[in-house]
């Protein structure tokens, strides 16, 4: 499974992105994807993760303004991102798992600043 990341940017306090994530390879047997966040000197935190059955599941700071989201083929995760602040500054990861096995993509920086 290969994961590439796009859609991270410069954004001022209250504007939006949309990060996405293409997934390549055999996907099949793909249970869970999800959206990490890493800021300097903090350790790598899930922001929202989905499941193959559809269910969400978002970090108390971002409920409300951040939705995953996934196509029925698993190609693609989306981390649709509202009402952004500066504490969303991180780079951002998302995450397939597969049997087990953990796949991560290459980051994505998300700046919100004015």
């Known amino acids: 499974v290969q994961l590439q990341a796009s859609g991270g940017g410069l954004v001022q306090p209250g504007g939006s992105l949309r990060l996405s994530c293409a997934a390549s390879g055999d996907i099949l047997g793909v249970d869970f994807m999800a959206w990490y966040r890493q800021s300097p000197g903090k350790e790598r935190e899930l922001v929202a993760s989905?499941?193959?059955?559809?269910?969400?599941i978002y970090v108390d700071s971002v409920k409300g303004r951040f939705t995953i989201s996934t196509d029925n083929y698993k190609t693609t995760l989306d981390l649709q991102m509202n009402s952004l602040k500066p504490d969303d500054t991180a780079v951002y990861y998302c995450?397939?798992?597969?049997?087990?096995?953990?796949?991560w993509g290459k980051g994505t920086q998300v700046t919100v600043s004015s």
């Open positions: 995450n397939f798992k597969k049997y087990g096995r953990y796949y």
């Open positions: 989905i499941t193959s059955s559809g269910r969400t």
